[in-house]
């Protein structure tokens, strides 16, 4: 059970660059989130999703797209990747929503770096 | 707009010691405060809290959740130097509609040092 698949695991961009993203889960959940984690921070939520098709902002969706197009997965897009977007990126998902009974399980990790 | 603050920021205490996390928030139509522990990698689930006042315990950790004065804390006893770790707070919130239906937002977590 490979549970939330995030890939790729390390990148190195160029400033002005794009790239995607892909948080793949396998757990039949309705809710995926992705968040980004400065060091020494806490997790700041960039977008999620309550079901396919549907995405909402989260705090700092400023500079990223989002995607939903199957459930199992859950798509973050940088279209002019900037330093500031330099950062470890973790997917979440859960089922039911948590409150429910279930906690949001996290993929590994998705560490970025923008030069 | 949804707030989630843990205090401290970070915190040192020798082996044995024990500690107590804070975690307060103000969020639209709140369904569950959460605790996650992070190592090096991805967080890891502690407890989950929906009621007020009922303890959830897992061997020297607990946690308890006031839902009228908007808190929570953590607890850890005897600590050890597997402890050392960010604590990560999060509150999930409900609403069908609503602006916030299942966001899921996280506070700046506490690092925890613990030294032998």
């Known amino acids: 059970n490979a549970g939330v698949t995030q890939t790729p695991k390390f990148r190195v961009l160029k400033t002005g660059q794009s790239m995607t993203l892909l948080c793949a889960q396998d757990m039949n959940h309705e809710y995926m989130y992705w968040y980004r984690q400065d060091p020494g921070m806490g997790l700041r939520l960039i977008h999620y999703?309550?079901?396919?098709?549907?995405?909402a902002k989260g705090e700092v969706p400023d500079g990223y797209n989002v995607s939903r197009l199957k459930k199992q997965n859950f798509l973050l897009g940088l279209e002019s990747a900037a330093p500031s977007q330099t950062s470890v990126y973790f997917c979440?998902?859960?089922?039911?929503?948590?409150?429910?009974?279930?906690?949001?399980?996290f993929g590994q990790g998705t560490r970025l770096t923008v030069v | 707009e949804d707030k989630v603050v843990q205090s401290p920021l970070s915190l040192v205490v020798h082996e044995g010691d024990t500690v107590t996390l804070n975690c307060s928030y103000e969020?639209?139509?709140?369904?569950?405060l959460l605790w996650y522990k992070q190592e090096k990698k991805a967080p890891t689930f502690l407890f989950m809290l929906t009621s007020s006042g009922i303890e959830k315990k897992s061997g020297r950790l607990s946690s308890i959740l006031d839902k009228k004065e908007l808190f929570s804390i953590l607890n850890i006893t005897a600590t050890q130097t597997g402890d050392s770790a960010i604590y990560l707070c999060?509150?999930?919130?409900?609403?069908?509609?609503?602006?916030?239906?299942?966001?899921?937002?996280f506070g700046q977590g506490t690092i925890l040092t613990v030294h032998p």
């Open positions: 969020v639209t139509n709140f369904r569950s």
């Open positions: 979440a998902s859960s089922l039911p929503p948590p409150g429910k009974g279930t906690e949001a399980f």
């Open positions: 999060a509150v999930g919130m409900s609403g069908a509609g609503g602006t916030s239906y299942g966001k899921l937002t």
């Open positions: 999703s309550v079901g396919e098709g549907t995405t």
